[in-house]
C-alpha cells in the first residue's frame, strides 16, 4: 500500500519529476539492529557508501547510517526512481544519480531517522529533546532573540538552520518546521510541505502521517 501511495503522489504521468511536495520517510528503530539485517542492507551500498560507512566507529551512529540509506533506497524505488544510484561525496553530502533530477537529505538522532526526496535542492534535519549543553551560547549562536534560550527554542531555531545549510544557497528560501516523536523537525528547500509517512525499514511497514507543519 505504501508502495502504491508514493508512486501515485510523487510521479508527473510524463517526465518522472517529483511534483510539488517532497517526500519525506521518518524512522525510529530499537538498537542494536539485528546483525543479519544489518549485512544485508550493507551488501547493497555502493561503494562510496560503503567508504563512508567505514569511516564510523561508533556502533549507534553507523546504525543510523544503514537505516538511513536503506529508508533512502526504499523511498526512490517506491516513487518509481528504480535507476537511481546513491553516492555519498568526501564531505558525507547524499548525491543521486537519475535518469531525471531527484534530490535526497539524510537527518538522524538518536534512535530517530528522517530521509527526504525531492525534485530539487532540499534539507532535513531532526533533533531529539534532549538537553543542550549550553542554552544561552547556542541562542546567540543561532542569533535568538535576549531571553529566548531555552531548550525547546535553541532546537526550534537549530533544525532549521542545519536543514536549510543541507539544502544548500541555490534552494528554494521556504522551510517548514514540525515535531515527530519527541524531536524537532525541519525541512528545507521546497514551497509546499512535505507528504509525511512513518516506515519501519526492518519489516517493510509504511503509514502515512499527518504532522502539523509550521512555515518559517
Known amino acids: 500500500v505504501g508502495h502504491q501511495r508514493l508512486d501515485m503522489v510523487a510521479k508527473d504521468s510524463v517526465g518522472g519529476e517529483l511534483l510539488g511536495s517532497p517526500l519525506l520517510c521518518l524512522s525510529r528503530f530499537d538498537s542494536p539492529l539485528a546483525d543479519k539485517w544489518q549485512a544485508t542492507q550493507i551488501d547493497r551500498l555502493t561503494p562510496t557508501e560503503r567508504t563512508r560507512l567505514a569511516r564510523i566507529d561508533r556502533p549507534l551512529r553507523r546504525e543510523q547510517f544503514v537505516l538511513g540509506h536503506s529508508t533512502l533506497r526504499w523511498v526512490l524505488a517506491a516513487a518509481g526512481f528504480d535507476d537511481a544510484v546513491i553516492e555519498v561525496a568526501a564531505d558525507g553530502q547524499v548525491l543521486l544519480h537519475a535518469s531525471v533530477p531527484v534530490y535526497a537529505s539524510i537527518a538522524h538522532s538518536a534512535n530517530s ?104
Open 113 to 216: 531517522v528522517a530521509v527526504v526526496v525531492a525534485g530539487a535542492r532540499v534539507g532535513v534535519d531532526l533533533e531529539s529533546m534532549r538537553p543542550v549543553r549550553d542554552t544561552r551560547a547556542a541562542a546567540a549562536m543561532l542569533g535568538l532573540a535576549e531571553g529566548t534560550h531555552d531548550t525547546a527554542s535553541v532546537l526550534r531555531a537549530w533544525v532549521v538552520a542545519e536543514a536549510r545549510l543541507k539544502a544548500g544557497p541555490q534552494a528554494h528560501a521556504q522551510v517548514w518546521r514540525s515535531t515527530w516523536d519527541r524531536c524537532q523537525l525541519a525541512v528545507a528547500g521546497t514551497a509546499n510541505p512535505p507528504i509525511t509517512g512513518v516506515f519501519d525499514a526492518i519489516t517493510g511497514t509504511y503509514n502515512t502521517a499527518e504532522l502539523q507543519w509550521e512555515a518559517v
